[in-house]
């Protein structure tokens, strides 16, 4: 180990969180190693492909703080408003719904729509101009933990080593496997379909969950363009079986499809970019550390996209773990054991409690079951007259 290069953290995985974490803690002085088994050149593709992310107003403060959301290449769009309603393909809207305004809070929006190559833009920039992060990629890392530290062994023959080994290297990361840390999978039998729209009228910053039987449809506000002023993206789940039917439609059926789902608030509309499908499932490891190691973002924990706080979630897991280490301050061992457990203890309850709760809303929402859907357009309706209750949901909403 004399003759490794010593970092204060290397990060395993360069995804959104890993990315975003690394760019944080080299903000703070921090030296950072980020491995990634994918190239990141400076500039990704720039043509819009339709994937969006939500950012709740508690997660912003990560990307802020890293600078990378001032960095963003495309404008977000702010949440201003959400809108709950239940319902079947095809046919209008229960009457009874609910709705948020983000006034009834404060000032600040629920959170921005973010196209997803605007943010890995914003990070690629920084890995490969950030003196403070050492990126190696395409590469593989093998990993070896010692008392004092961990070296890491590039597929290139180059030695390393770091206080803290954090694994943001995705559901089936392998460096959770390798410390041992188990994991609990729920499959859902349902993917999710991806997609943007341009449509005829604007959104005014609206952004729709619609419940259907098959599961939940949601339209994000996105920022327009000179060619298409008035975008959204739109994410809707079905069974796993539907979904793949759905994704081989023509683009004039596919699009029909959309609009059965969507309803006619926003007028004509017209598929923009590509579509996606994602098989879905939820995930949660029975710890968040080992000597030397934590698990961050989807290494340590995936949930249901029906409300849309699955990155969040990750944003803000690096920004406690980004927290702790620099309340330590420079020269702490960053991979002592009483930070890994205040780390662990921050996060894992409020994540669990995050996935049982959109765990029970799919299992409540996505069925035809008739005294189930009374009973929850009932439940819509009494919280829309409830305001204490709604700002509680409001908060929740926000990250905060």
């Known amino acids: 180990m004399t003759?490794?290069?010593?970092?204060?953290?290397a990060i395993i995985g360069a995804g959104p969180v890993g990315?975003?974490?690394?760019?944080?803690?080299a903000a703070a002085g921090c030296s950072v190693l980020l491995v990634d088994q994918a190239p990141l050149p400076p500039m990704e593709h720039p043509d819009f492909d339709g994937r969006a992310y939500a950012i709740a107003a508690g997660s912003k403060r990560l990307l802020d703080e890293a600078g990378l959301w001032e960095a963003l290449p495309f404008t977000p769009c702010p949440i201003l408003d959400i809108r709950v309603t239940d319902g079947k393909?095809?046919?209008?809207?229960?009457?009874?719904?609910?709705?948020f305004d983000h006034q009834a809070v404060g000032e600040e929006p629920f959170g921005w729509i973010i196209e997803a190559r605007a943010l890995r833009i914003a990070i690629n920039r920084q890995l490969n101009t950030n003196p403070g992060i050492l990126l190696r990629?395409?590469?593989t890392a093998a990993i070896t933990y010692r008392p004092e530290a961990a070296t890491i062994r590039l597929t290139n023959?180059?030695?390393h080593s770091a206080s803290l080994v954090l694994a943001a290297d995705g559901r089936n990361s392998q460096v959770r496997a390798a410390a041992g840390i188990t994991v609990t999978r729920i499959p859902y039998r349902q993917s999710a379909v991806v997609c943007a729209?341009?449509?005829?009228?604007?959104?005014?910053?609206?952004?729709?969950e619609h419940f259907l039987p098959g599961g939940p449809f949601a339209q994000l506000p996105m920022t327009g363009t000179l060619e298409h002023p008035n975008i959204s993206?739109?994410?809707?789940?079905?069974?796993?079986?539907?979904a793949e039917r759905l994704h081989e439609l023509d683009k004039a059926?596919?699009?029909h499809e959309v609009a059965r789902r969507l309803g006619s608030h926003l007028g004509a509309i017209e598929l923009i970019g590509k579509r996606w499908t994602y098989p879905l499932s939820a995930m949660f490891a029975t710890r968040y550390t080992a000597p030397r190691m934590a698990l961050v973002g989807d290494s340590a924990h995936g949930i249901h996209p029906i409300a849309g706080q699955g990155l969040n979630l990750g944003l803000r897991d690096a920004l406690a773990l980004a927290d702790l280490m620099i309340q330590a301050g420079p020269g702490a061992d960053f991979g002592a054991a009483p930070l890994l457990a205040a780390y662990q203890a921050a996060r894992r309850p409020a994540n669990m409690a995050m996935l049982a709760a959109t765990d029970s809303l799919d299992r409540l929402f996505s069925t035809d079951n008739p005294a189930l859907r009374l009973a929850r357009d009932l439940g819509l309706a009494a919280v829309q007259r409830m305001p204490r209750l709604k700002a509680g949901f409001m908060r929740a909403a926000m990250g905060k």
């Open 3 to 9: 003759n490794a290069m010593h970092h204060d953290a």
């Open 19 to 25: 990315g975003a974490l690394a760019c944080r803690l």
């Open 89 to 99: 393909p095809g046919r209008p809207a229960s009457p009874l719904s609910l709705h």
């Open 137 to 139: 990629a395409p590469a």
């Open 157 to 159: 023959g180059d030695s």
């Open 197 to 208: 729209i341009a449509h005829e009228k604007p959104h005014l910053g609206l952004a729709l």
């Open 233 to 242: 993206a739109i994410v809707f789940t079905d069974k796993a079986a539907i």
């Open 253 to 255: 059926r596919f699009t």
